[in-house]
Nanobody, 115 residues
Framework: QVQLVESGGGLVQPGGSLRLSCAAS????????MNWYRQAPGKQRDLVAG???????NYANSVKGRFTISRDNAKNTVYLQMNTLKPEDTAVYYC?????????WGQGTQVTVSS
């Protein structure tokens, strides 16, 4: 049974930081590309950042320079360090594990940026 469990969301003031974690089980983690998506109310789910199985990362333009994705294959965990948060970063953040054959999603964690 595959599980992706996100944690680390919450309420933060503009300019603040949060670190999201996604712990995976039931998959050979090191073989999967790991991604973070987000979905704001009334909007589509968009890719925020991804890291390939080889460790190459990519980012949405809106978060470049502020967010950093990383993975720890020994812990089967992917992280998203979010700095200089803005109100427009408010969304539910979802972890995604993707291979050529399969894709899996976590349940999401709410991030709210507000004063």
């Amino acid at each position: 049974q595959v599980q992706l469990v996100e944690s680390g969301g919450g309420l933060v003031q503009p300019g603040g930081s949060l670190r999201l974690s996604c712990a995976a089980s039931g998959i050979t983690f090191r073989l999967y590309a790991m991604n973070w998506y987000r979905q704001a109310p009334g909007k589509q789910r968009d890719l925020v950042a991804g890291v390939t199985s080889a460790g190459n990362s990519n980012y949405a333009n809106s978060v470049k320079g502020r967010f950093t994705i990383s993975r720890d294959n020994a812990k089967n965990t992917v992280y998203l360090q979010m700095n200089t948060l803005k109100p427009e970063d408010t969304a539910v953040y979802y972890c995604n594990a993707q291979s050529y054959l399969n894709g899996y999603w976590g349940q999401g964690t709410q991030v709210t940026v507000s004063s």
